[in-house]
Nanobody, 128 residues
Framework: QVQLVESGGGLVQAGGSLRLSCAAS????????MGWFRQAPGKEREFVAA????????YYADRAKGRFTISRDNAKNTVFLQMNSLKPEDTAVYYC?????????????????????WGQGTQVTVSS
């Protein structure tokens, strides 16, 4: 069992930065692919980024490439999402996720259906 608790959300102006953190409980944190999804009001939850157990391989949705950076610290059971150059369209609840397998590439982009644990979410609001 893994419990995930996000923090670091808040209100920021367009062009600003935020760093989200996700603290995981349980000894098996280092066994899971970790990542982030987000859900804006009235929209479906969408994949943002993921990182392998070793941290050597990362995956990003096109909307996050070049602006967001995912990282993890297995010694501290924590995964991070550094978000730069934020836009109003980045406004959403951001969810931490854990899965046994990484996202797969489809004709529609990266898809990550293997998530088994979710955090409760943290609100990110970007003002214009």
């Amino acid at each position: 069992q893994v419990q995930l608790v996000e923090s670091g959300g808040g209100l920021v102006q367009a062009g600003g930065s935020l760093r989200l953190s996700c603290a995981a409980s349980g000894r098996t944190f280092s066994s899971y692919i970790m990542g982030w999804f987000r859900q804006a009001p009235g929209k479906e939850r969408e994949f943002v980024a993921a990182i392998t157990v070793s941290g050597y391989t990362t995956y990003y949705a096109d909307r996050a490439k070049g602006r967001f950076t995912i990282s993890r610290d297995n010694a501290k059971n924590t995964v991070f999402l550094q978000m730069n150059s934020l836009k109003p369209e980045d406004t959403a609840v951001y969810y931490c996720a854990a899965a046994p397998r990484p996202p797969i590439l489809t004709v529609h982009g990266l898809r990550w259906d293997e998530v088994v644990y979710w955090g409760q979410g943290t609100q990110v609001t970007v003002s214009s």
